[in-house]
């Protein structure tokens, strides 16, 4: 994340939740099924308060964000927390089945290197679930320029290129769910 979106995020942590729905679990589901070895430890990138693994019922879920105050909701939820960066993740190669953005990628500065630290974390088998928004939708229009004025660094892909981008990394790669909010799904290869 640029400092700027970090800062930001400081500030909305306390009211995060009470702004945002809560995460699509089926659709977050639908994705990890796509895994072809058993999902029992999740990593949410960029996961904040925890949204994507709270609606999620695996054993093991962990939030990495480098926004304190989004970790203090998290932990007030009962999730795991790890202060870090996604393109540097705190975790042994082939060490997690899953990994989870949910509605952050586009805050995040260096996206290609959040999804080859993804792959080099996933175990064979496992999954890279990223859900954002599409920019060429008139909501997601909307959302680009709003997040721009309130001072966000947010860049936005269409779902083909970032599954696109999935393949040129290694993954084998597929759209979930298409529309305003949209989910790619990556597959390590077994």
């Known amino acids: 994340m640029g400092n700027r979106d970090i ?16 995460a699509d679990g089926a659709t977050l589901q639908r994705a990890l099924d796509r895994a072809t070895r058993p999902v ?14 709270r609606a999620l019922s695996t054993p093991q ?49 260096d996206q290609r290197g959040v999804i080859e630290e993804a792959k080099r ?13 599409d920019p060429t939708t008139l909501l997601g229009r909307l959302l680009v ?7 966000f660094e947010s860049t936005f892909h269409q779902p083909d290129r970032l599954r696109e981008t999935f393949a040129s990394v290694g993954f084998e790669a597929g759209v979930v769910e298409r529309g305003f909010g949209y989910t790619v799904v990556g597959r390590v290869p077994a």
Do not use: C, K, N
């Open 7 to 22: 800062a930001l995020f400081e500030r909305f942590a306390p009211a995060y939740d009470y702004l945002l729905p809560a």
């Open 40 to 53: 029992e430890r999740v990593l949410d990138v960029g996961g904040g308060t925890g949204r994507g693994v």
């Open 61 to 109: 879920r962990v939030v990495v964000d480098p926004a304190r105050g989004m970790l203090s909701e998290a932990r007030s939820h009962g999730i795991e927390t790890v202060q870090g960066d996604g393109s540097r993740l705190p975790v042994r190669t082939d060490s997690v089945d899953a990994v989870l953005v949910v509605d952050a990628l586009h805050h995040i500065a």
């Open 121 to 133: 974390a996933i175990m064979p088998g496992g999954v890279l679930v990223v859900s954002d928004f």
């Open 145 to 151: 320029r709003s997040e721009h004025l309130v001072g």
